[in-house]
């Protein structure tokens, strides 16, 4: 029996400048502000499996699309060490994501205007146009896409009035068919073609011109994830004192509006060899913590939707106007 399809709800990195990290996401995008919180204890360094003891600050934010967010770290213990300075988007672990935007010129300026320089000049498929860019918070390669119909997966849906959408995330792994049994057969997500996203010639985006490498590419909602197992230049593992709470792309998280699939899907990781840091909250909403037989590092979650607010999945309220759904054939509650 094919087990349900997730969706790609969460894109987790962290940053050694938070507040400059969530201005520039704001100010040159157009993410909104969602929230954040204060994290301390046994409890999140069990769940993030950084050791002992942990602290941290977070924040979340939302492009246009429904549960789909950006969260954003900064740890103080451990204390975050930076990004390797000879790090490449081909090393191990998730290393790159990309983002639509409907004023691809106007997007450039204000990040020019930020003081981020792209990797090199757009370059066009399918008449679009495509660009890099290395995140100076995170560390890691953003791609700038510009919006379409042209555009991998289509114009997403404008749930909230806001411009940015979540595209994908890359992660480089040891071993591809190990990696796509992991995200089709366990995690159920939807196999597409290797080229849904990405050719070849697109390594040089990210400054890996001539790269060899294999792609599978999977979809939950709206939402890709590319898996790359490269060849040349060989890849790198993780440092051997690397926890999750450096300087970097943490994870993503995967999951569903309703409680019992989510559950489902973190026996199913258990069941596949991958480890499970902590179990499901006791709660109707929240996650936790995963490592697939290869030790990259996932997020299952569990998001009713009437915990959208308290999770970082709608907009801030400004001058204590009310919650509200900004579409009316959306019920407040539901699974799916």
Not at 53 to 67: F, P, T
Not at 103 to 117: H, K, N, P, Q, W
Not at 301 to 310: H, K
Request: proline share 9%.
């Amino acid at each position: 029996m094919t087990p349900p399809e997730p969706r790609l709800v969460q894109l987790a990195f962290c940053s050694d400048d938070l507040p400059q990290t969530l201005r520039m996401y704001i100010e040159v995008f157009g993410f909104a502000d969602a929230g954040g919180r204060k994290f301390w204890g046994e409890w999140l360094a069990h769940v993030q499996d950084v050791g002992d003891d942990a602290a941290c600050l977070l924040w979340w934010m939302v492009g246009r699309q429904e549960l789909v967010q950006l969260e954003f770290f900064q740890h103080t213990l451990p204390a975050q060490k930076p990004l390797p300075a000879d790090w490449r988007p081909s090393d191990h672990g998730w290393v790159r994501w990309g983002m639509a935007v409907p004023d691809f010129d106007a997007t450039l300026e204000r990040l020019s205007a930020f003081g981020v320089d792209t990797l090199g000049d757009p370059l066009s498929h399918n008449g679009l146009r495509r660009v890099c860019f290395r995140d100076p918070g995170t560390g890691i390669v953003v791609e700038l896409m510009e919006d379409g119909e042209a555009l991998p997966g289509g114009v997403r849906p404008r749930f909230y009035e806001l411009s940015p959408a979540v595209v994908y995330a890359a992660v480089s792994v040891p071993d591809l068919g190990k990696a796509r049994d992991f995200y089709v057969n366990t995690l159920g997500l939807v196999e597409e073609t290797p080229d849904t996203l990405h050719t070849e010639e697109m390594e040089a985006l990210w400054e890996l011109p001539g790269a060899q490498r294999e792609v599978v590419v999977v979809r939950g909602g709206d939402g890709y994830i590319e898996l790359v197992e490269y060849s040349d230049p060989a890849p790198r593992p993780k440092p051997e004192d690397y926890v999750l709470s450096d300087q970097g792309f943490m994870n993503v998280a995967v999951g569903f509006r309703d409680r019992d699939l989510a559950q489902e899907l973190l026996d199913r990781v258990g069941a596949s060899g991958g480890s499970v840091n902590a179990d499901l909250p006791d709660s109707p909403a929240g996650g936790t913590y995963v490592k697939d037989d290869q030790g990259m590092s996932l997020e299952i979650a569990a998001q009713p939707r009437e915990f959208d607010p308290d999770f970082g999945f709608m907009p801030v309220n400004l001058f204590g106007r009310p919650a509200s759904w900004p579409r009316t054939d959306v019920p407040p509650a539901g699974s799916g």
